[in-house]
């Protein structure tokens, strides 16, 4: 029997089958011209839009404990590494929602199971009103965490499929942007919620809102461009024209892209030194990132004794400003193809910055630092994240998400906030918390130097794919 042949990879390091080739469009010079990005259909923003609104709802509902904390500490007697461990329940299901989510992500429909553990997560938000124990909180927000990770790891896997290349950085800056958007339009109702009628009937109001979120995503998402019934089909060709072409697997040649296995994925990214820097990395920026999200409420509480209501309002202006940080690194990273360096500067300048913080006593400098810090975390979570795209097989981006993201972004969830707790409980302050974790940022950076240098042979070798690919055609 004929052996199958075989043609490697010069770029995952894979021999694959010649026969499980997918061949690109054939577009003249006239259709390509035609379905130039500036003349195009733009149907795809329509369905980013409701990504966006799901990024708004995932950030609102789970940040909304940060508000409620200091009551719930205040009602139950509770410490601050109970708190803690309150807290970052959440991050412990949400790695394992990350983690499963990734798989499914990759082999299931993304369309129906993320749209049943979203109306799930409002469920969980609901429940967690009715919590009076350190037990039921941790077990309900567990649960939360893994219902918002199963619908948060596939945004990923969606904007992979659904945009053209030099539109990546910008779209996933705009929906972690959307996300702070939630909790600058959240907060502030957050607390007057609690303010008026307690902190448990907050979350049964931020649990029935979500639910528009939920019927939202499930008319407008669908997985794949070629499967949804309202997008034109010269937008369709447009996307698989582009995508193909960007695969790390193209071979310009033959003008084909090679399907690259779930087995073979998962080997490309276990196997990969570059992969593994970008975990550890975003261990230390999401700890800082999610630390702040759980803990700078309370800190505005507890230590500048600011009123609930006054911390909602304060802390609108930094997370503006991450808003603002998700959008600019992302369309940095697209306009330069320095994504890396984006990501090395974000996370260099956050620990002196964070031990500025905890020394000033000036209130405008307070709002300026917070919103100097969470600017530069969204720039650099957002550079690291779209590098996955860029330098990955497509066929794993969920399984990538998921590692990346939920494993190493989630135990720096779970670290950050045990370890402010403690440090409160030990100290009676937040200083040696929050210096402590900045400085883990801006020590570990540094390991964004050769991944640069990867990232920028990578951006080399398409550019020669892409004239190769052109001057065959």
Same mark, same amino acid.
């Given at each position: 029997?004929?052996?199958?042949?075989?043609?490697?990879?010069?770029?995952?390091?894979?021999?694959?089958?010649?026969?499980?080739?997918?061949?690109?469009?054939?577009?003249?010079?006239?259709?390509?011209?035609?379905?130039?990005?500036?003349?195009?259909?733009?149907?795809?923003?329509?369905?980013?839009?409701?990504?966006?609104?799901?990024?708004?709802?995932?950030?609102?509902?789970?940040?909304?404990?940060?508000?409620?904390?200091?009551?719930?500490?205040?009602?139950?007697?509770?410490?601050?590494?109970?708190?803690?461990?309150?807290?970052?329940?959440?991050?412990?299901?949400?790695?394992?929602?990350?983690?499963?989510?990734?798989?499914?992500?990759?082999?299931?429909?993304?369309?129906?199971?993320?749209?049943?553990?979203?109306?799930?997560?409002?469920?969980?938000?609901?429940?967690?009103?009715?919590?009076?124990?350190?037990?039921?909180?941790?077990?309900?927000?567990?649960?939360?965490?893994?219902?918002?990770?199963?619908?948060?790891?596939?945004?990923?896997?969606?904007?992979?499929?659904?945009?053209?290349?030099?539109?990546?950085?910008?779209?996933? /800056?705009? #929906?972690?942007?959307?996300? *702070?958007?939630?909790?600058?339009? =959240?907060?502030? &109702?957050? @607390?007057? $919620?609690?303010?008026?009628?307690?902190?448990?009937?907050?979350?049964?109001?931020?649990?029935?809102?979500?639910?528009?979120?939920?019927?939202?995503?499930?008319?407008?998402?669908?997985?794949?461009?070629?499967?949804?019934?309202?997008?034109?089909?010269?937008?369709?060709?447009?996307?698989?024209?582009?995508?193909?072409?960007?695969?790390?697997?193209?071979?310009?040649?033959?003008?084909?892209?090679?399907?690259?296995?779930?087995?073979?994925?998962?080997?490309?990214?276990?196997?990969?030194?570059?992969?593994?820097?970008?975990?550890?990395?975003?261990?230390?920026?999401?700890?800082?990132?999610?630390?702040?999200?759980?803990?700078?409420?309370?800190?505005?509480?507890?230590?500048?004794?600011?009123?609930?209501?006054?911390? /909602?309002? #304060?802390?609108?202006?930094? *997370?503006?400003?991450?808003?603002? =940080?998700?959008? &600019?690194? @992302?369309? $940095?990273?697209?306009?330069?193809?320095?994504?890396?360096?984006?990501?090395?500067?974000?996370?260099?300048?956050?620990?002196?910055?964070?031990?500025?913080?905890?020394?000033?006593?000036?209130?405008?400098?307070?709002?300026?630092?917070?919103?100097?810090?969470?600017?530069?975390?969204?720039?650099?979570?957002?550079?690291?994240?779209?590098?996955?795209?860029?330098?990955?097989?497509?066929?794993?981006?969920?399984?990538?998400?998921?590692?990346?993201?939920?494993?190493?972004?989630?135990?720096?969830?779970?670290?950050?906030?045990?370890?402010?707790?403690?440090?409160?409980?030990?100290?009676?302050?937040?200083?040696?918390?929050?210096?402590?974790?900045?400085?883990?940022?801006?020590?570990?950076?540094?390991?964004?130097?050769?991944?640069?240098?990867?990232?920028?042979?990578?951006?080399?070798?398409?550019?020669?794919?892409?004239?190769?690919?052109?001057?065959?055609?």
């Amino acid at each position: 029997m004929k052996a199958k042949r075989k043609k490697q990879n010069p770029n995952i390091g894979e021999s694959l089958d010649a026969d499980s080739e997918l061949r690109t469009p054939n577009l003249s010079k006239t259709q390509s011209s035609a379905l130039s990005p500036q003349s195009s259909p733009r149907f795809r923003f329509v369905v980013m839009g409701a990504l966006w609104m799901t990024a708004f709802f995932l950030f609102l509902d789970r940040v909304n404990i940060s508000l409620a904390a200091p009551y719930i500490m205040d009602e139950l007697g509770l410490s601050g590494i109970e708190t803690g461990l309150i807290l970052s329940s959440y991050y412990w299901g949400y790695i394992l929602g990350q983690l499963t989510g990734g798989v499914a992500s990759d082999r299931l429909s993304i369309r129906k199971w993320s749209s049943i553990m979203f109306a799930g997560w409002c469920v969980l938000t609901a429940l967690t009103g009715m919590c009076r124990s350190v037990g039921q909180f941790a077990l309900v927000r567990g649960l939360f965490g893994i219902s918002e990770g199963w619908v948060a790891n596939p945004i990923n896997k969606l904007e992979n499929n659904w945009l053209l290349p030099n539109e990546r950085g910008w779209v996933y /800056g705009a #929906t972690v942007g959307f996300g *702070y958007v939630g909790l600058i339009v =959240g907060l502030p &109702l957050i @607390g007057w $919620l609690i303010g008026q009628w307690g902190w448990r009937a907050m979350f049964y109001g931020t649990g029935a809102s979500t639910v528009l979120g939920v019927i939202v995503f499930w008319l407008l998402i669908y997985d794949y461009p070629d499967q949804h019934p309202w997008i034109s089909q010269e937008e369709k060709n447009l996307l698989a024209n582009a995508l193909t072409r960007d695969r790390v697997t193209f071979d310009p040649k033959h003008g084909t892209v090679r399907t690259v296995s779930f087995t073979e994925g998962l080997q490309t990214l276990t196997g990969s030194w570059v992969f593994w820097a970008i975990c550890v990395v975003n261990f230390f920026t999401l700890c800082v990132g999610f630390t702040n999200l759980s803990w700078l409420p309370g800190y505005l509480v507890k230590e500048r004794h600011y009123t609930i209501m006054k911390s /909602g309002l #304060t802390l609108t202006i930094p *997370y503006l400003s991450a808003f603002i =940080g998700s959008l &600019l690194g @992302g369309y $940095l990273g697209d306009r330069t193809g320095q994504r890396s360096a984006v990501g090395l500067l974000g996370n260099l300048l956050t620990g002196p910055l964070m031990i500025a913080l905890m020394w000033t006593q000036d209130v405008t400098l307070t709002i300026v630092l917070m919103s100097a810090i969470l600017f530069l975390n969204a720039a650099a979570f957002n550079a690291l994240i779209v590098l996955l795209f860029d330098l990955f097989p497509a066929e794993v981006v969920g399984v990538a998400a998921g590692l990346c993201i939920g494993l190493f972004g989630g135990l720096g969830g779970v670290t950050g906030p045990l370890i402010l707790g403690y440090a409160y409980d030990l100290t009676h302050s937040f200083f040696w918390g929050f210096s402590s974790i900045g400085l883990g940022a801006t020590a570990i950076s540094l390991m964004l130097i050769p991944v640069w240098r990867y990232e920028q042979r990578i951006k080399r070798e398409k550019k020669v794919r892409t004239v190769t690919s052109k001057t065959t055609a």
